[in-house]
């Protein structure tokens, strides 16, 4: 068996797509069709339904996955086991939610240019649900993502950990100066929160609308903006824990203690299932774990 006929099994697999498949492999869709046939007629079963417009996998093809993606992945490790880091070449695309961008991205990046001194980096930042609709494309590599427990089998998960979610108002704000609150105390407040596609912003709506609507005058994809906004004025914020780690340092925003609230979310970093792991996304991945282990450890 050709290892070609896996690599493009495993970007038809990622894109959902033969036409987006062939883009990003440099063939044509009938080269591409032609591939994923003979692939068929080899292993001795189909691998994908073409639904409309839409390629899902057959239960072979989902068995055949994990398979695939370990086989391409060894093979490019053998094919650069003798070459340093510093000679491998080629471009990563990352996702990245600005919460994070802000938090782990330079140091992640610094470092892992320091090993990969000739390997390129494209970087999008966006919210969690766009970001894994470009994985699903396969316009990205991988994402680092704030969300919900992911469920089986959705996204390969690379790793995971548990960042609480407060509610943070400036320091002078008059809730800041006591030492513990109910939800219902903040009925009469403003909120600045981010997108409603933001897991945590809509758990804290949920939790909240028991007891009242709560007041929001804007919505925002930036984290560093809802915080000036708050520091300048007397509205409120939800944001994870961490993204308060820095102006919880220099006191000008407090994380109010609200007894009746239990929000916590999962940071992710996740990869396509069928995503063939280069020793280049590898190291980034691990330059980014280390980073954001290390981040929320401080926070």
Known sequence: MELRLLETFLQVAATRNFTRAARALGYSQSNVSAQIA?????????LFDRIGRGVFLTSYGERLLPRAQDAVSAALRVKNLLRPDEELTGTLRAGM??????????????????????VDVELSVDGTASLKERLAQGLIDFACVVGDRLPPGEWRLWHSAETKIAVAASSSHPLARRRALCLNDLRSEEFVLM???????????????RLFTPRVFLRLQSPAMALRLTRGGNCLTVLPRYALSAPLRGGSIKALNVTDLDIAQEVQIILHPGKALTPQIEGFLTELKSALDAALKGA
């Open 97 to 118: 939610v600005d919460s994070l961008f802000e938090l782990i991205f330079e140091p992640a990046l610094a470092a892992f240019h320091r090993r990969f001194p000739r």
């Open 38 to 46: 003979r692939l068929e007629q080899e292993v001795g079963a189909p």
């Open 195 to 209: 997108e409603d596609t933001a897991s945590y912003t809509a758990q804290f709506m949920q939790a909240a609308s």
